[in-house]
């Protein structure tokens, strides 16, 4: 319990009027203050968009630490909060000349090179600017957080409804261990779980240890645990996706997660009038609760029939089929502009938010590094766990259910429920009469990009990472300069090696070299997960107990 | 490009990083094509994408020191003369000696290197606070340094190689392996691929972690053998660390990048082999942590964002392997850098060069060349000073 006398916390001096429990993002937001941070190297604008925790739009310094995520970070009584972005803040960054002044973008692969003694001197420049914050200050507690190693027999990472409908079936069985990000919530009594804590590494097992699978994973409070398993459940879930278009990196376009993470109460929206992006359960969902305040459903690919009842009962136009060119604005969006696809007129809406609720992708990154084999599926244009009978992975003792493994709507749960009984060792699981994602039909970003790039606008920057403010214009040019593949792309440009490591500008990317090296999105190659899943602190892992032998009960 | 324009080539490279990159760029710029470099992964996808970028010439072996101080100056123009800027930040190497025996070997290496002409300097610990004041020195005795040991990006020199030598009419083949080398005459004639032999005059073997699995390809034991190595980056911040600092103890080196990134690694118990692919070890993360929080105590709540592993190609006295192989002429040897192949390739490759060509180089064959491994009785001059 806060203590009310103690102080409150503050943000940028001023005490902050935060609820309990109520992440810094969404306090702020509630009093109308969404500009947290400014990008690397144009300093535009930046404002909360994946309401998750890992994007680099909500980057704040508390208590000497930097770069701490507002949309996760939950204020304690006597915090001091400051932006680190932005000079002299956020708001007005005088930095922000260099937006205007390169409206190409800024070479640095080719630039700074001349004239030969000024070597120094860009450097010292250009490391005067680096970075998002600064070094934490001296002697910020604690610096080690002392960590625990267990051993269990199950260790199922998220509890989301896969894995709560997994565990009721299975019940509280003795050395069962939840790891889940947010907090564990609706699990059967008895069932031990680590809340607020994320799995952030799960190597292959080691083949003929009493347990074979180490995950590590850390606490938001920085303790961190290396978990001994017998067997592994991944239930992690999935994201919103992002969406590339000129000014998709603007304050005021977030994902679905994003737009509900700064929902004051989860009826009342973020925004005064939002477009919607998408046309199947997910923007059905947000029609259902934010109707009166959308402007319009529009969708790169085809709008399901419960997305057009819905609007139709509360008069929402929709615009199936419809390229998403543009978004303008300053520090906030004002407008979108829009075409339909095949070479429509381009028209434009006013809204001040832009909602991606398109398409979902797994939070599949353990399953890689855990080296199970994934198969990509061009309908949902991202890779699945191969699931063998009862939802084995090619890993022995690996298992993925729900989201991640491809499954959606009222099969998420049910797909939890029916791997009880091959967990307990009996038998293969029914897997019949189960909708997945994964039906084989075309994706909505079918053949989307490559008519999108076409009818780009030429005066705004596209950014296509923003965590690296990398443009599209650089991934362009890397094309046309003979280059080929993601795994190159990435090391060219920058793109994909930000915090959010890749989740939101690699998948789109993927997508649009697709389309320009005309191959399949599988041939243009994937990023390596590389760990951790999540950027975890040093000072976490330091305190796990060193080595620890493998082997024993 | 996938396939070759001709079906004979004067010399083949077999590998398409740093060290196959800039030999055929040395090989072209003689005039000495047709050439032809393949590369089984894409570009960058060996050691040479997948390194700390350090610099240094600070060594224990006079003939290193000599490579290296080269070497620096070809990355100082690097973006003059390629294009491309590889951001060469001169910030300096400081070596940290914990222990008596390891401040003999800094003081050993400061006369070699000094000796050279370059102006390194033994530190006392309270120096040290001037160079990198977060460094922790409780347990440091004694350090050395020299300012114009530096890091840089490995991508751009890749890139710039890379579009230089097309440019020179150097065919690069992407996503083919050489499966095997063609022996005519007791001589190496070529490569064996999938889609069939090309025939060259010349095979250079620089395929890094695997150039010992190419040598017994073509029928020759190597005494290089690769090991795993594993490296991982911060997250951004400010930068606040001007030098690579290197600690002796346990290997660590760090380095902040222009992007603000910590990137380093520390020596791990890897067996040789290359069994263990390019994946992380469990053990990596904290043990990089222990080492970091403990060289740089205010980095504590800093995160990790990634880590990614390579290979170190090995040899048995820690120095490059250059030159043509007494036991298969026209096989030529271009590898076993250990852990420095970035920093020495531009110097070190020129060799490589003259030893395609036939020309005499400056390296002492019984230091550098492969015969030095086939005489059991033979005395070495080992480099100790792997670290980094
Ligand atoms: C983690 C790590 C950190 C390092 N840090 C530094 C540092 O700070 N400074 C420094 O100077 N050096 C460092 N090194 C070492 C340096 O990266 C290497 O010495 C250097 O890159 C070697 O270059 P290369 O061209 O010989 O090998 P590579 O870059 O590995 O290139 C060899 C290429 O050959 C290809 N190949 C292999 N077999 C075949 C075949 N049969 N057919 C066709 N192609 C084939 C491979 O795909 C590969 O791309 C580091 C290495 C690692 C792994
Ligand atoms: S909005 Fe907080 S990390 Fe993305």
Redesign the interface.
């Known amino acids: 319990m806060p203590d009310p006398s103690a102080e409150p916390a503050r943000f940028r001096g001023r005490p902050l009027d935060v609820g309990p429990d109520e992440p810094l993002a969404r306090a702020l937001a509630r009093r109308g203050r969404r500009l947290l941070g400014r990008s690397l190297r144009y300093h535009r604008p930046r404002a909360p968009f994946c309401g998750v925790g890992h994007c680099t739009n909500c980057l704040v310094r508390v208590n000497g630490?930097?770069?701490v995520r507002a949309c996760r970070y939950v204020p304690s009584p006597g915090d001091r909060i400051v932006s680190e972005a932005g000079w002299p803040s956020p708001e007005v960054d005088l930095l922000a000349a260099f937006d205007l002044l390169f409206p190409r973008g800024l070479d640095?692969?080719?630039?700074?090179?001349?004239p030969?003694w000024a070597?120094p001197l860009y450097?010292r420049a250009?490391?005067?600017l680096?970075?998002?914050?600064?070094?934490?200050?001296?002697g910020?507690p604690?610096?080690?957080t002392p960590g625990e190693e267990r051993r269990v027999e199950l260790a199922v990472v998220g509890a989301g409804r896969s894995a709560r409908a997994l565990l009721a079936a299975t019940g509280a069985g003795p050395g069962t261990l939840v790891v889940e990000r947010d907090r564990a919530l609706g699990l059967p009594d008895g069932v031990e779980s680590l809340d607020r804590t994320t799995a952030a590494?799960l190597?292959?097992p080691e083949e003929g240890a009493d347990r074979p699978f180490?995950l590590?994973a850390v606490g938001d409070r920085?303790r961190?645990h290396?978990i001994r398993a017998r067997t592994v459940v991944v239930a992690t879930g999935g994201y919103d996706a992002s969406l590339l278009f000129a000014g998709s990196d603007r304050p005021g376009v977030l994902t679905a997660e994003g737009a509900l993470a700064l929902a004051p109460v989860p009826e009342r929206p973020p925004f005064r009038r939002a477009v919607l992006v998408g046309g199947g359960e997910r923007v059905a969902g947000l029609l259902a609760l934010w109707g009166t305040h959308v402007e319009a459903v529009i969708a790169p690919g085809t709008v399901g029939p419960e997305v057009a009842r819905a609007a139709s009962e509360i008069g929402v136009p929709i615009y199936p089929r419809t390229l998403l060119l543009e978004a303008t604005g300053g520090r906030r969006i004002r407008r979108v502009t829009l075409a339909a696809r095949g070479g429509g007129a381009r028209f434009s809406l006013s809204t001040d938010a832009v909602v991606l609720a398109h398409r979902r992708l797994p939070n599949s990154p353990l399953l890689f590094?855990a080296g199970a084999s994934m198969a990509w599926r061009s309908e949902a244009g991202a890779y699945f766990p191969a699931l063998g009978p009862g939802f084995a992975t090619s890993v022995p003792g690996l298992y993925a259910v729900g989201e991640v493994a491809g499954f959606t709507g009222a099969a998420i749960t049910e797909s939890g429920r029916r791997l009880a009984p091959s967990l307990g060792g009996r038998g293969p699981v029914d897997l019949s009469g189960l909708t997945t994602l994964l039906d084989g039909a075309p994706g909505p970003l079918d053949g989307y990009y490559p008519e999108l790039v076409d009818r780009l606008p030429r005066r705004s920057k596209t950014v296509a990472c923003p965590c690296e403010d990398v443009l599209l214009g650089e991934l362009a040019d890397f094309h046309a300069?003979g280059?080929?593949?993601i795994?190159?792309a990435k090391?060219?440009t920058g793109l994909g090696?930000g915090?959010c490591?890749g989740r939101y500008c690699v998948p789109e990317a993927v997508l649009l070299l697709a389309a320009w090296e005309r191959r399949p999105a599988p041939e243009v190659?994937r990023i390596?997960a590389?760990?951790?899943v999540v950027?975890?602190?040093?000072?976490?892992?330091?305190g796990?107990p060193?080595?620890g032998a493998r082997t024993g009960p | 490009m996938t396939a070759p324009t001709r079906d004979r080539y004067r010399i083949i490279i077999v590998g398409g990083g740093v060290v196959g990159l800039f030999t055929s760029y040395h090989l072209a710029r003689a005039g000495a094509g047709p050439i032809l470099v393949v590369e089984r992964g894409f570009l960058s996808s060996g050691a040479s994408g997948r390194n700390g970028g350090g610099v240094r010439q600070q060594w224990e072996t006079r003939a290193t020191v000599r490579l290296a101080r080269e070497a620096v100056g070809e990355y100082r123009r690097f973006g003059r003369e390629f294009g491309l800027n590889p951001y060469f930040r001169q910030g300096g190497y400081l070596f940290l000696a914990e222990s008596p025996s390891e401040a003999e070997r800094l003081r050993a290496v400061h006369a070699i290197v000094a000796s050279e002409g370059l102006p390194s300097r033994l530190l006392r610990p309270e120096d040290v606070a001037r160079i990198a004041p977060d460094v922790a020195r409780d347990r440091v005795i004694a350090a050395s340094y020299l300012a114009s040991d530096g890091t840089l990006y490995p991508f751009p020199v890749l890139w710039g190689l890379y579009e230089r030598v097309r440019a020179l009419g150097v065919e690069v083949l992407l996503g083919v392996e050489a499966a095997g080398v063609v022996r005519t005459e007791g001589r190496a004639g070529g490569i064996v691929t999938a889609s069939g032999p090309i025939a060259a005059e010349r095979v250079v073997n620089a395929a890094g972690g695997w150039s010992a699995e190419f040598s017994r390809r073509a029928g020759l034991e190597p005494a290089n053998a690769p090991t795993r190595h594993e490296i991982l980056a911060t997250e951004p911040v400010r930068p606040f660390l001007d030098p690579m600092v290197i600690r002796l103890s346990d290997g660590l080196y760090v380095s902040q990048t222009m992007r603000g990134e910590l990137v380093g690694g520390r020596t791990m118990p890897h067996p040789p082999g290359t069994a263990g692919g390019m994946s992380t070890s469990v053990d990596l993360l904290p043990a990089m942590a222990r080492s970091l929080v403990d060289l740089l105590p205010r980095t504590a709540p800093l995160r990790i964002l990634r880590a990614w592993s390579g290979y170190y190609d090995d040899s048995p006295d820690g120095l490059p392997i250059i030159g043509e192989d007494p036991r298969l002429p026209g096989f030529v040897q271009a590898n076993g850098f250990g852990g420095h192949g970035f920093m020495l390739a531009p110097a070190s490759t020129r060799r490589v060069a003259q030893a395609v060509l036939g020309e005499r180089s400056d390296l002492d064959p019984a230091t550098f060349g492969p015969a030095r491994f086939l005489d059991p009785d033979r005395p070495s001059t080992p480099e100790r000073l792997q670290p980094g």
């Open positions: 630490v930097p770069n640095a692969l080719h630039g700074f090179r001349r030969a070597t450097q250009i490391r005067r680096a970075g998002f914050g600064r070094l934490p200050d001296a910020v604690p610096a080690v590494f190597p292959p180490t590590l920085g961190a290396r590094q300069r280059y080929r593949g795994e190159v090391r060219y090696t915090l490591q190659g390596t590389r760990p951790p950027p975890v602190p040093l000072g976490a892992l330091a796990l060193e080595g």
